[in-house]
T-cell receptor, first 113, second 113 residues
């Protein structure tokens, strides 16, 4: 059974700081890993998808890495802004399924102006 | 930019009533999903749908639930005889293929009273 853990549960940083969010998963037989952003009471916005054959994926100020063998992914946010404040979720396919995503509990990020 | 659209954004229903949640996936996507998030809890997988049939479902998705693609654009989740514990945010998602990025809608907040 796939389990996903995100550390820390909450993070508060001053504007401009670089930060790293962590995600770990128990079953390394995954096709990919996806990072999402969720604003309070809103839907999930896809940020990055990393395929199992990739080690990194970049989009603007975001960089996600994947170490399948150790069951870990990180999301690096450069030069954080107050608009980055949200909950960040990582999700991986459950076991051998490429479709059924298992989500972590998320990291609630607050970027202080 | 193409997006997944869900209606209604909020629905209040009485216990025991039937509700239908509606979704319009991204037009060239072939895989469709329903997830739910109970307040304060993780996002949970309910069901995936491909080629006009259910391809996977979780233990949550029992006989109370059903999905349908009634025409070429809509994808619906029906919940029969709603219970208080069905109160949650329900998310529809779609993806182009089984291992590509999943895009989520803004959700329908279902409140059962």
């Amino acid at each position: 059974k796939q389990e996903v853990t995100q550390i820390p549960a909450a993070l508060s940083v001053p504007e401009g700081e670089n930060l790293v969010l962590n995600c770990s998963f128990t079953d390394s037989a995954i096709y990919n890993l996806q990072w999402f952003r969720q604003d309070p009471g809103k839907g999930l916005t896809s940020l990055l998808l990393i395929q199992s054959s990739q080690r990194e994926q970049t989009s603007g100020r975001l960089n996600a890495s994947l170490d399948k063998s150790s069951g870990r992914s990180t999301l690096y946010i450069a030069a954080s802004q107050p608009g980055d404040s949200a909950t960040y979720l990582c999700a991986v396919p459950k076991g051998g399924s490429a479709r059924q995503l298992t989500f972590g509990s998320g990291t609630q990020l607050t970027v202080l102006p | 930019e193409p997006e997944v659209t869900q209606t209604p954004s909020h629905q209040v229903t009485q216990m025991g009533q039937e509700v239908i949640l509606r979704c319009v996936p991204i037009s060239n996507h072939l895989y469709f999903y329903w997830y739910r998030q109970i307040l304060g809890q993780k996002v949970e997988f309910l069901v995936s749908f491909y080629n006009n049939e259910i391809s996977e479902k979780s233990e949550i998705f029992d006989d109370q639930f059903s999905v349908e693609r009634p025409d070429g654009s809509n994808f619906t989740l029906k919940i029969r005889s709603t219970k208080l514990e069905d109160s949650a945010m329900y998310f529809c998602a779609s993806s182009e293929s089984r291992d590509t990025e999943a895009f989520f809608g803004q959700g329908t907040r279902l409140t059962v009273v």
